[in-house]
């Protein structure tokens, strides 16, 4: 009696089966996107090239004078940049009966979801391929410099460019995994981490710079220092991270539009996106490579 009474969670498990919970669907985690959101500039109507004017050189502007002498004349030559933007696109092909059974959360959202993450991961992309390709000057740290040598390098270098024509204008400073990790764990000979990323803490104190909370930045010579895992992973060669002004790199793109397809074939239903983007350097003396090899 006491056997039939008292009945084991075993013994019921096909009346109490595992719970579906779509509520908490675990998705794909989001990635940051340092590159793009600093030349962002807009979206794009379509994919009609659209050109920008700009200055290209100018003489005798301003000279000294002699009375009673006329000056010369001086010239002032203008250029353009055609900007042609260019297509990207994707397509999830699924039986009707996928579609069909619908689902909790929708599959058409989880899609969807994943089209937008990768649409912004290739905006990262390109702007990052667009640094790369640049003909901007590149400022080379020395290979394998670390700790001290490395962050005096940093600093000097960086303070050289106040001399450059119009003076430093530089606000962007996304940097390349070997760089970064190689400035983060820069110390001196004592051990003190030269830079520290607690900026109250007394060790910061005649250091190089400071580092953002759990790393996720780097403070040195006034400017914010990104990690951008879009410049690649670590490797044993020489890699470019980028100082550059927003005003000089310039990104549009249109929303990606969703194209769903159900009525096209009788098996299939498409799930696709449709958009343009554009990328430029309008003016490359307003980008540096700063190219490192860390070993």
């Known amino acids: 009696f006491m056997r039939e009474a008292f009945v084991s969670k075993a013994n019921v498990a096909s009346l109490n089966p595992s719970r579906q919970r779509p509520d908490l669907f675990v998705d794909e985690r989001e990635f940051s996107t340092p590159l793009w959101s600093a030349v962002a500039k807009g979206t794009l109507a379509d994919s009609t090239p659209f050109i920008l004017p700009s200055f290209t050189s100018a003489t005798n ?4 004078h002699s009375e009673g002498v006329e000056p010369s004349a001086g010239t002032y030559v203008t250029g353009s940049q055609t900007i042609t933007p260019a297509p990207m696109s994707g397509k999830f092909t699924l039986v009707r009966e996928i579609v069909d059974q619908g689902g909790n959360p929708q599959l058409s959202q989880i899609l969807w979801a994943k089209v937008r993450r990768a649409w912004n991961e290739a905006l990262e992309a390109k702007v990052a391929a667009l640094l790369n390709a640049s003909s901007a000057s590149s400022i080379t740290i020395t290979t394998a410099a670390a700790d001290a040598a490395l962050a005096k390098e940093f600093r000097t270098k960086l303070a050289a460019l106040q001399f450059v024509r119009g003076g430093f204008r530089f606000n962007n400073l996304p940097l390349h995994v070997d760089l970064y990790t190689a400035m983060i764990g820069a110390q001196d000979t ?33 400017l914010v220092g990104v990690p951008s895992w879009a410049l690649g992973a670590s ?61």
């Open 61 to 64: 502007v301003v000279a000294d």
């Open 190 to 222: 004592t051990g003190r981490p030269l830079f520290p990323f607690v900026e109250t803490n007394a060790s910061s104190d005649n250091s190089a710079g400071t580092a953002g909370t759990a790393w996720g930045a780097i403070r040195a010579a006034g």
């Open 235 to 295: 490797g044993t060669v020489s890699a470019n991270s980028f100082l550059f002004d927003s005003g000089d790199v310039s990104g549009w793109a249109t929303e990606p539009q969703d194209l769903n397809l159900a009525d096209q074939d009788v098996a299939n239903v498409y799930v696709g996106v449709w958009g343009y983007q554009a990328t430029a350097v309008t003016d490359v003396t307003g980008v540096r490579k700063l190219a490192y090899d860390p070993v």
